[in-house]
């Protein structure tokens, strides 16, 4: 309810915007409502997409390539902490870049193939 629309909105009324939290979808009671079933399917898959975890060293890959301000495109990166800050560097030019929204965006990550030191003792 607005203050300029005394209208009640509920969810039945078409949103369009996906981006319910997880703590308030937990209080919806349930509905047979088809429209409102899509909408909090989109909002939890939007939580479940935000919550993904990146490690230091991780190797993503992006649906489509990425066209940078410096002209450079990249589909490929490599996740590069510096403290809470992320930034993806490119496997081949070692360029350092940022994408916004990153954890919003649809990425998978690129399974490498690790070699570990052998040590005898």
Same mark, same amino acid.
């Given at each position: 309810?607005?203050?300029?629309?005394?209208?009640?909105?509920?969810?039945?009324?078409?949103?369009?915007?996906?981006?319910?939290?997880?703590?308030?979808?937990?209080?919806?009671?349930?509905?047979?409502?088809?429209?409102?079933?899509?909408?909090?399917? +989109?909002? #939890?898959?939007? /939580?479940? %997409?935000?919550?993904?975890?990146?490690?230091?060293?991780?190797?993503? !890959? &992006?649906? $489509?390539?990425?066209?940078?301000?410096?002209?450079?495109?990249?589909?490929?990166?490599?996740?590069?902490? +510096?403290? #809470?800050?992320? /930034?993806? %560097?490119?496997?081949?030019?070692?360029?350092?870049?940022?994408?916004? !929204? &990153?954890? $919003?965006?649809?990425?998978?990550?690129?399974?490498?193939?690790?070699?570990?030191?052998?040590?005898?003792?």
């Amino acid at each position: 309810m607005s203050s300029t629309n005394p209208t009640r909105l509920d969810e039945t009324m078409g949103p369009c915007e996906a981006e319910c939290p997880a703590r308030i979808l937990d209080l919806l009671t349930s509905t047979e409502n088809q429209h409102a079933i899509e909408w909090r399917q +989109r909002c #939890r898959a939007n /939580v479940a %997409r935000r919550a993904r975890k990146l490690s230091d060293g991780d190797r993503i !890959r &992006l649906p $489509e390539p990425i066209k940078f301000t410096d002209g450079h495109v990249a589909q490929e990166f490599i996740v590069s902490k +510096r403290g #809470r800050r992320m /930034v993806l %560097r490119d496997p081949e030019t070692g360029g350092l870049y940022r994408v916004s !929204r &990153l954890m $919003e965006r649809a990425w998978s990550i690129v399974p490498v193939t690790k070699i570990h030191k052998t040590i005898f003792a």
